[in-house]
């Protein structure tokens, strides 16, 4: 299968990123943030700078993600000046997706409110009343920047945002028919936060033609306490789920890229030694 790498996981270093690519042999690279920017804010030259970088390892970018929309809130309405800022960002990740031959840009959901839906008296008493029906309208415009780009947007399964699960990720593309543009960016570790197991669960939900990109780090969660742990790969709770997730990729022929998200750390803020420390299994696993 393809495999990548968050670049900034490593370095922000784009260049030092992309040799320790090189030593473990990881293809597609992902770019978050490079330097002390987020892609879509930088300017022609240092993006003509990270082209050429990557031509020269031979490394194709297999996507651009920014937090499109992140931070936003069932308040806000499409056109206004938060969104017009997102929707600006986006056209910029666009142009920087086309210079850099990237075929995805990823998107993020507003903040999240805790039900959504419910019956038996929760639709009175304790359902967010037009939280959902806030947001298709707020990515509508996205999508339809992107499908007249050409580009292909996923949004991503987020910790804390509208879309937490791969059910409520298929029921946005499905209530904006928008399939064709938005797939879905599957963080199964995000998504241990609202309990939807990853494997079989989670993966059957994305059947069909929803699946466009993959995040792959390992987590601890624990909702009552409101805490949050990653740890190396095979040490949390999707342990046990990596392969038979993997083996499910490969029977279905995935297509798409499966990237490691290095966000953990052995205790002392390494991120580097961290990836380092993951890798193998990743290879092991999913290559």
Same mark, same amino acid.
């Given at each position: 299968m393809k495999l990548g790498v968050i670049c900034d996981g490593i370095s922000r270093d784009l260049g030092? *990123?992309? !040799?320790?690519? $090189?030593?473990?042999?990881? @293809?597609? *690279? @992902?770019?978050?943030?490079?330097?002390?920017?987020?892609?879509? $804010? !930088?300017?022609?030259?240092?993006? *003509? *700078?990270?082209?050429t970088l990557l031509e020269d390892h031979g490394r194709p970018v297999s996507c651009l993600s920014r937090h499109i929309f992140a931070g936003m809130t069932t308040a806000n309405r499409p056109g206004d000046a938060l969104h017009v800022k997102h929707m600006d960002a986006l056209k910029r990740v666009i142009e920087m997706a086309h210079t850099l031959g990237s075929p995805l840009v990823r998107i993020m959901t507003s903040k999240k409110e805790q039900i959504l839906w419910g019956a038996g008296g929760a639709e009175k008493w304790n359902v967010a009343h037009g939280a959902w029906d806030s947001l298709p309208p707020l990515i509508a415009p996205a999508v339809n920047l992107a499908r007249a780009e050409g580009l292909r947007l996923v949004v991503e399964t987020g910790n804390g945002t509208m879309v937490n699960s791969n059910?409520?990720?298929?029921?946005?593309? $499905?209530?904006? $028919?928008?399939?064709?543009?938005l797939q879905v960016l599957w963080d199964p570790a995000n998504n241990c936060w609202c309990h939807e197991l990853a494997y079989p669960d989670g993966y059957e939900t994305l059947r069909g033609g929803y699946l466009g990109h993959v995040h792959i780090k390992d987590v601890k969660v624990d909702t009552p306490r409101a805490t949050l742990e990653v740890r190396q790969m095979g040490q949390g709770q999707l342990g046990p789920l990596f392969q038979p997730i993997a083996d499910a990729l490969r029977a279905d022929a995935y297509e798409g890229v499966i990237s490691l998200e290095s966000v953990y750390h052995p205790g002392n803020g390494d991120f580097e030694a961290g990836f380092r420390s993951c890798v193998g299994m990743f290879k092991e696993v999913f290559a």
């Open positions: 030092h *990123a992309l !040799h320790v690519m $090189d030593e473990f042999g990881l @293809e597609y *690279a @992902e770019l978050q943030f490079v330097g002390d920017k987020e892609v879509g $804010d !930088h300017s022609a030259r240092e993006i *003509a *700078a990270m082209k059910y409520t990720a298929r029921k946005l593309i $499905d209530d904006l $028919d928008a399939k064709d543009t």
